[in-house]
Each structure stands twice: as structure tokens, then as C-alpha cells.
């Protein structure tokens, strides 16, 4: 069966350092893999979604990025975090037009930018 | 623009029926997902929707109308476990995500 697994779960970062959002994809090839972010009293953002190893297509123009460095590998990084950056960060995966097309997600990272 | 509108917050009680209304304006509709979120964890699956009709999984039923630009989701005999928050999500022409900001539920005994 399919897993997901994004870390850390939760993590404390001051303004302008670095962040590292790691998540791996277990028991299918080549998903779409997807990092979004989510505010309190707001729907889910889409940040960035790959289709495949180094194909990044990026939603919203902001001081993140992300790389797929191998199939079921997908992190999302910023050199210097700012105060808007706070929020519930989700790694998803799916299989574009198989069946539903639904998401799956990973646990989440809260991440708090003081 | 693309929008999803759903109620921010309802109350029912344990044992009763519930509705949750989405209502969408999107370029394009290919297919309508609900998606359940208990607080601070992962969104998971709950319906898919893409023809005009009811799609019913146990207490959980989901209603779409594609010329109305609506859906419902009904949850029957609620349980103090269905407390979370409910997503409205639809997939536009691009095959993409609109998300709606989420229905939070709270069952009262």
C-alpha cells in the first residue's frame, strides 16, 4: 500500500533562518507530489506541484522553493523565513487521472516563524 | 475568478442529520471532492462527485449539481467523532484544486 511521510511535524524557526520540509512517498512510482500551505479561516494553497524528478511548477511567487531530487522525494525550502510564512505546511501525492484523483496527504508540519 | 463558498461554522447534535453546503464558481469542473480535517491533522478523503446526483458511502452522502454550481455534503446519525472541519474542493479545467476555507463542525451531545 501507498504512504506518506512529511517531517518534522513541528518546528519553531526565528525570522530569517532557513527551512527544510522534507517528504517521501512510499509503495507507488512516479506521483504528482504536491506542497501546500494552510491559514487559519482559509482554504488550502497551493504552493508547488511536480509531475516529475526536477519539474517544478511553482503557484504563488514567494521566498520558497521546492526540488525533487529523486521519483518520491519532494522538499520544500526558503533561504531566510519571514513572519508570513507561519502556518500548517501539507506534502500530498496522487495519480492524475486514475480514478478520482484524489490527494493524500502527509501528517503536516506546523510551523511557527517568530 | 476562481471561488468555493461553504458556511464557516455549524452546530448539530449527536444522533441527528446534518448538511454542509458548497457552492462554486471555477473554470471549467472536472470533478468535486469533500474532504474531512480533524483539528491539526492531514485532510483525508471522504467523496468524489463529477455527474449530477447523490453519491451515498455509508452515513456519509454527497449531492452535485454541475448548472446549479452546488453541492451538499450530508452526514447522517452524527457521532462526536464527525466534529472537524469539512473541505470543499473542486478541480477546474487544469485539472487543479480550488479549495474552499472549510465548514468546522461541533457535534453537542
Known amino acids: 500500500s501507498q504512504t506518506i511521510h512529511q517531517w518534522p511535524a513541528t518546528l519553531v524557526q526565528p525570522v530569517g533562518s532557513p527551512l527544510s520540509l522534507e517528504c517521501t512517498v512510499e509503495?507507488?512510482?512516479?506521483?504528482?507530489l504536491y506542497w501546500y500551505r494552510q491559514a487559519a479561516g482559509r482554504g488550502l494553497q497551493l504552493l508547488f506541484y511536480?509531475?516529475?524528478?526536477?519539474?517544478i511548477s511553482s503557484e504563488v511567487p514567494q521566498n520558497l522553493s521546492a526540488s525533487r531530487p529523486q521519483d518520491r522525494q519532494f522538499i520544500l525550502s526558503s533561504k531566510k523565513l519571514l513572519l508570513s510564512d507561519s502556518g500548517f505546511y501539507l506534502c500530498?501525492?496522487?495519480?492524475?487521472?486514475?480514478?478520482?484523483?484524489?490527494?493524500?496527504f502527509g501528517e503536516g508540519s506546523r510551523l511557527t516563524v517568530l | 475568478g476562481q471561488n468555493i463558498d461553504q458556511p464557516t461554522e455549524m452546530t448539530a447534535t449527536e444522533g441527528a442529520i446534518v448538511q454542509i453546503n458548497c457552492t462554486y464558481q471555477?473554470?471549467?469542473?472536472?470533478?468535486l471532492f469533500w474532504y474531512q480535517q480533524h483539528a491539526g491533522e492531514a485532510p483525508t478523503f471522504l467523496s468524489y462527485?463529477?455527474l449530477d446526483g447523490l453519491e451515498e458511502k455509508g452515513r456519509f452522502s454527497s449531492f452535485l449539481s454541475r448548472s446549479k454550481g452546488y453541492s451538499y455534503l450530508l452526514l447522517k446519525e452524527l457521532q462526536m467523532k464527525d466534529s472537524a472541519s469539512y473541505l470543499c474542493?473542486?478541480?477546474?479545467?487544469?485539472?487543479?484544486?480550488?479549495w474552499g476555507a472549510g465548514t468546522k463542525l461541533i457535534i453537542k451531545p
Open positions: 471555477t473554470s471549467g469542473f472536472n470533478g
Open positions: 511536480s509531475v516529475g524528478i526536477g519539474q
Open positions: 462527485n463529477v
Open positions: 500530498a501525492w496522487s495519480v492524475l487521472r486514475w480514478e478520482t484523483g484524489e490527494l493524500f
Open positions: 509503495g507507488t512510482s512516479n506521483p504528482n
Open positions: 474542493a473542486v478541480r477546474d479545467s487544469n485539472y487543479q484544486l480550488i
